[in-house]
């Protein structure tokens, strides 16, 4: 088990202790081994003298953004090596709304469909009915399965790791390499495991764990590292709750995050439609269940946290790792130490907010549910059970993950409860992630959001971005304001 | 892509940390087709004001040949978008030093011939140094009777100084890429789709 070791900057500041061990030059593939072991020895086609593995993929996902790559295979008048095996998806330009549509976002999504025609790819269209973003979809296809190598030029690739599979982002150059070869180089990254034992408390979520251990780390700690999520509380966690935390990994610096498969993860493919079906199922499973790390494999890094010392979490400035409970104070940029005290006080200046304030009650002007990192059904049955027989006091948009899970939704009554709150309630894509199709937060404005960067500008130029889990950006949207939203449901609860 | 070994040149410094590929290059620019060049378009938002003027106090603004840029830790963190890089090098930077890296953003900057050198500690000196030496052979960085070592992954050492192209270095490989391939589908025939 990992050493207790407290980090002083946390105690300082109050929040509570984070053990962590470290050890250079772990075991790597002679006796037990990791998770990541098996994976990554599963896919090495060869290595390379200076230590670079060449991997095989065994899904490519593109999107409008691979505009670059497309030119650059096109530049050596190069064919995509694996059409069967590479799909697209038009995501970050989609328009959610109805209205005009810039002509620049459907040059993007028409350069995606000619590419997509010109080398035989699978396309999941603007108007399809399985339409999403790519994060959300490959799961929901059956396409993203335990064992499997999965790239996508997109830093959040990692969400897949949610399923025991070897998943990272990647740049043009190497989506370019991937569409030319079905290959990739890459050095083997170290092992790191977050385990974290106990069960997460009412209201607390996969969100807030993810913001938990990068606000205690540092949103660079986890750099060169693939993080593999362990311990009850993680095993604990339905699918979407495991994609929560796999596509955070990159906030917190790691390419990969990884949780082993199990039952779980078993039911939750189980008749997907691109999913193996009768005897090549039971095959895979049984393969599947061998996907986890040994007893006794050793890990470069080890880090665990305790569940029931995480409350739900928000950030207070322009970085992942700028976040406190939501019961805490903005901390005093002075308080942090030297490293971190300049960057502190101009996230301060850039969001508008006063050191030594409560984070809570701190007025937003709209919220955003949604994108790749919270946009799924569990997280819309989240929000809308804080919404529901409520009216929100400021304007928002809801757009789910995909439309299979905007039907759902629909079916389920969670888009009137969202509509009945006054909230609009929007087609699928990135949306207000990151803007691109034009869902922006204009200058200034403040925003509880459910996504996965409150980076300057993110959501516009100026626009000052609160992370949250959905319900706390739902209970925020009722309030008015950043607000715990456990007294909400111990209400909802007492009125039961 | 050309390789290079040792470069001279001006020296910019940005002393922030978590200087993240959103401001780099803010995604409304990432629909422009490379050939227009995105080197107006580097840290927009950070270098001029809301009418988009440049803001004479910004260092790149004073300093608009610097081809050296020294900045804090966790620099290129976020987004896996290339075009970070392409900002860079299409604004003349061909190198840059920072306390850590992005991973995803180091390996974009490789493959654009843009060398990201770690200097863990003592970055200060090098940003007031005007002008700086960085050699790919020694992994120094000098300016007179200043030397400071930097660190840099071997391979990515490697593909800097012979500009090689990975598509064809793969290429040659493709016997053994074709063997794996078979192999694979033996063992795992579930890794290729149902047809949904
Ligand atoms: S939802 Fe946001 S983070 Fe996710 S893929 Fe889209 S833009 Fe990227």
Redesign the interface.
């Given at each position: 088990m990992p050493v207790p070791l407290a980090l002083p900057s946390a105690e300082e500041e109050g929040r509570q202790p984070m053990h962590e061990r470290s050890r250079a030059g772990a075991g790597r593939v002679t006796g037990p081994r990791t998770l990541l072991d098996k994976l990554w020895s599963?896919h090495e086609?060869?290595r390379?003298p200076?230590?670079?593995s060449?991997l095989?993929v065994?899904?490519h996902f593109v999107h409008?953004?691979s505009?670059?790559a497309f030119?650059k295979l096109a530049a050596?008048a190069?064919r995509v090596a694996e059409p069967?095996?590479t799909f697209g998806v038009v995501d970050h330009?989609a328009p959610t709304r109805p209205g005009l549509v810039r002509p620049?976002?459907t040059?993007?999504i028409e350069t995606l469909r000619s590419n997509a025609a010109a080398h035989g790819l699978r396309l999941f269209d603007l108007t399809a009915p399985d339409q999403g973003i790519v994060h959300v979809i490959g799961p929901e296809?059956?396409?993203t399965?335990p064992?499997?190598l999965v790239m996508c030029?997109?830093?959040h690739t990692s969400t897949h790791g949610a399923f025991g599979a070897l998943a990272f982002?990647?740049?043009?150059?190497?989506v370019?390499?991937v569409l030319?070869?079905?290959?990739i180089?890459q050095?083997r990254p170290a092992a790191m495991r977050l385990t974290v034992e106990g069960t997460l408390g009412p209201g607390v979520t996969a969100k807030d764990l993810a913001l938990a251990w990068i606000s205690r780390l540092g949103?660079?700690a986890a750099?060169?590292h693939a993080i593999e999520y362990a311990g009850s509380a993680v095993r604990g966690l339905s699918m979407e709750g495991r994609m929560t935390l796999c596509n955070l990994s990159?906030e917190g610096?790691a390419?990969f995050g990884m949780v082993a498969p199990d039952e779980t993860t078993f039911a939750f493919l189980d008749g997907r439609?691109?999913?193996?079906?009768g005897a090549?199922?039971h095959?895979?499973v049984d393969?599947w269940s061998s996907l986890r790390t040994d007893a006794g494999a050793r890990f470069e890094r080890e880090v665990s946290l305790d569940a029931a010392e995480i409350a739900p979490t928000v950030t207070w400035g322009?970085?992942p790792e700028q976040a406190v409970p939501v019961d805490a104070l903005v901390p005093d940029p002075a308080v942090l130490g030297p490293?971190?005290a300049?960057?502190a006080a101009?996230a301060l200046a850039y969001m508008g907010l006063s050191a030594g304030r409560p984070i809570a009650g701190t007025p937003v002007d709209q919220v955003f549910i949604g994108s790749c990192t919270n946009g799924r059904i569990e997280d819309l049955r989240a929000a809308a059970s804080v919404l529901a027989g409520r009216r929100a006091r400021v304007p928002g948009l809801v757009s789910p993950g995909s439309m299979q899970v905007k039907r759902q939704a629909e079916e389920e009554g969670l888009a009137r409860i969202f509509t009945e709150a006054g909230l609009d309630w929007a087609g699928s894509g990135c949306s207000m992630c990151?803007?691109?199709n034009g869902d922006l937060v204009a200058?200034g404005q403040r925003c509880a959001s459910s996504t996965n960067?409150n980076?300057?500008?993110?959501q516009g130029?100026?626009a000052r971005t609160h992370l949250m889990s959905p319900a706390m950006v739902a209970a925020a949207a009722v309030a008015g304001e950043i607000t715990d939203v456990r007294p909400l449901l111990a209400r909802d609860r007492g009125a039961l | 892509m050309a390789g290079w070994t040792r470069h001279t040149g001006e020296v910019a410094l940005l002393?922030?940390?978590?200087l993240?590929t959103?401001?780099l290059l803010?995604?409304?620019f990432?629909?422009t087709?490379?050939s227009e060049g995105y080197g107006d378009r580097l840290l927009y938002?950070?270098r001029r004001d809301?009418s988009g003027a440049l803001l004479p106090g910004f260092p790149l603004n004073r300093q608009p040949n610097a081809s050296i840029l020294v900045a804090?830790?966790?620099f290129g963190?976020?987004?896996?978008?290339?075009?970070a890089?392409y900002a860079l090098v299409d604004s003349g930077i061909r190198v840059v030093i920072a306390a850590?890296?992005?991973?995803?953003f180091a390996?974009?900057a490789v493959?654009?011939g843009l060398l990201p050198a770690t200097v863990a500690e003592g970055l200060a000196p090098l940003g007031a140094a005007g002008s700086l030496t960085v050699d790919l052979q020694t992994c120094e960085i000098s300016a007179g009777a200043l030397r400071v070592r930097f660190t840099l992954?071997?391979?990515q050492r490697?593909k800097l100084i012979n500009g090689w192209d990975?598509?064809d270095l793969?290429?040659h490989?493709q016997d053994?890429?074709t063997a794996?391939?078979t192999a694979?589908r033996q063992s795992?025939?579930?890794?290729?789709?149902?047809a949904?």
């Amino acid at each position: 088990m990992p050493v207790p070791l407290a980090l002083p900057s946390a105690e300082e500041e109050g929040r509570q202790p984070m053990h962590e061990r470290s050890r250079a030059g772990a075991g790597r593939v002679t006796g037990p081994r990791t998770l990541l072991d098996k994976l990554w020895s599963a896919h090495e086609i060869l290595r390379s003298p200076d230590g670079a593995s060449l991997l095989w993929v065994d899904r490519h996902f593109v999107h409008e953004g691979s505009h670059h790559a497309f030119a650059k295979l096109a530049a050596r008048a190069a064919r995509v090596a694996e059409p069967d095996l590479t799909f697209g998806v038009v995501d970050h330009y989609a328009p959610t709304r109805p209205g005009l549509v810039r002509p620049e976002i459907t040059r993007m999504i028409e350069t995606l469909r000619s590419n997509a025609a010109a080398h035989g790819l699978r396309l999941f269209d603007l108007t399809a009915p399985d339409q999403g973003i790519v994060h959300v979809i490959g799961p929901e296809q059956g396409l993203t399965l335990p064992g499997l190598l999965v790239m996508c030029g997109d830093s959040h690739t990692s969400t897949h790791g949610a399923f025991g599979a070897l998943a990272f982002g990647i740049g043009a150059t190497e989506v370019a390499h991937v569409l030319a070869t079905q290959t990739i180089w890459q050095r083997r990254p170290a092992a790191m495991r977050l385990t974290v034992e106990g069960t997460l408390g009412p209201g607390v979520t996969a969100k807030d764990l993810a913001l938990a251990w990068i606000s205690r780390l540092g949103a660079g700690a986890a750099r060169g590292h693939a993080i593999e999520y362990a311990g009850s509380a993680v095993r604990g966690l339905s699918m979407e709750g495991r994609m929560t935390l796999c596509n955070l990994s990159i906030e917190g610096g790691a390419r990969f995050g990884m949780v082993a498969p199990d039952e779980t993860t078993f039911a939750f493919l189980d008749g997907r439609a691109s999913a193996p079906r009768g005897a090549d199922w039971h095959r895979a499973v049984d393969a599947w269940s061998s996907l986890r790390t040994d007893a006794g494999a050793r890990f470069e890094r080890e880090v665990s946290l305790d569940a029931a010392e995480i409350a739900p979490t928000v950030t207070w400035g322009t970085s992942p790792e700028q976040a406190v409970p939501v019961d805490a104070l903005v901390p005093d940029p002075a308080v942090l130490g030297p490293e971190k005290a300049d960057a502190a006080a101009g996230a301060l200046a850039y969001m508008g907010l006063s050191a030594g304030r409560p984070i809570a009650g701190t007025p937003v002007d709209q919220v955003f549910i949604g994108s790749c990192t919270n946009g799924r059904i569990e997280d819309l049955r989240a929000a809308a059970s804080v919404l529901a027989g409520r009216r929100a006091r400021v304007p928002g948009l809801v757009s789910p993950g995909s439309m299979q899970v905007k039907r759902q939704a629909e079916e389920e009554g969670l888009a009137r409860i969202f509509t009945e709150a006054g909230l609009d309630w929007a087609g699928s894509g990135c949306s207000m992630c990151v803007g691109m199709n034009g869902d922006l937060v204009a200058p200034g404005q403040r925003c509880a959001s459910s996504t996965n960067r409150n980076f300057r500008g993110r959501q516009g130029p100026g626009a000052r971005t609160h992370l949250m889990s959905p319900a706390m950006v739902a209970a925020a949207a009722v309030a008015g304001e950043i607000t715990d939203v456990r007294p909400l449901l111990a209400r909802d609860r007492g009125a039961l | 892509m050309a390789g290079w070994t040792r470069h001279t040149g001006e020296v910019a410094l940005l002393a922030q940390d978590n200087l993240d590929t959103d401001q780099l290059l803010p995604a409304r620019f990432m629909s422009t087709p490379r050939s227009e060049g995105y080197g107006d378009r580097l840290l927009y938002d950070v270098r001029r004001d809301e009418s988009g003027a440049l803001l004479p106090g910004f260092p790149l603004n004073r300093q608009p040949n610097a081809s050296i840029l020294v900045a804090g830790r966790n620099f290129g963190s976020g987004s896996s978008r290339e075009a970070a890089v392409y900002a860079l090098v299409d604004s003349g930077i061909r190198v840059v030093i920072a306390a850590s890296f992005g991973d995803i953003f180091a390996a974009n900057a490789v493959n654009n011939g843009l060398l990201p050198a770690t200097v863990a500690e003592g970055l200060a000196p090098l940003g007031a140094a005007g002008s700086l030496t960085v050699d790919l052979q020694t992994c120094e960085i000098s300016a007179g009777a200043l030397r400071v070592r930097f660190t840099l992954d071997e391979g990515q050492r490697t593909k800097l100084i012979n500009g090689w192209d990975d598509i064809d270095l793969t290429q040659h490989h493709q016997d053994e890429i074709t063997a794996f391939r078979t192999a694979r589908r033996q063992s795992a025939p579930w890794a290729w789709p149902a047809a949904g």
